[in-house]
Nanobody, 125 residues
Framework: HFQLVESGGGLVQPGGSLRLSCAAPGYTLNDKAIAWYRQAPGKEREGVSCLGSADDTPVYENSVQGRFAISRDRGENTAHLEMNNLKVEDTAVYYC??????????????????WGRGTLVTVSS
């Protein structure tokens, strides 16, 4: 059955970088919009970024704009979230998700059809 699997989380110092990956073994991601969410300790899950099925203009939340980059590798059937200049407040469990063809409405999370299990990113010195 359809599953999303994230990888790439870990411990990094402030100012460092990490690259998260998302795959759906045995299924294609190429016809779906892909989004990343995160949930920090004691906080609600929030949207971080979204990329439509046509790889049109990505959506970023203000808190990560200019530091994070979402992408898709159609050959490898994977999606990625490149995170640079990480801050302590970026510490969270990061989730990959797929929804409709487009990113419109992804912040409501009702947009999501499938969630990954999450990967922990810890930014600490």
């Amino acid at each position: 059955h359809f599953q999303l699997v994230e990888s790439g989380g870990g411990l990094v110092q402030p100012g460092g970088s990490l690259r998260l990956s998302c795959a759906a073994p045995g299924y294609t991601l190429n016809d779906k919009a892909i989004a990343w969410y995160r949930q920090a300790p004691g906080k609600e899950r929030e949207g971080v970024s979204c990329l439509g099925s046509a790889d049109d203009t990505p959506v970023y939340e203000n808190s990560v704009q200019g530091r994070f980059a979402i992408s898709r590798d159609r050959g490898e059937n994977t999606a990625h979230l490149e995170m640079n200049n990480l801050k302590v407040e970026d510490t969270a469990v990061y989730y990959c998700a797929v929804g409709s063809l487009y990113c419109s409405g992804y912040r409501s999370q009702q947009w999501v059809n499938y969630w990954g299990r999450g990967t922990l990113v810890t930014v600490s010195s």
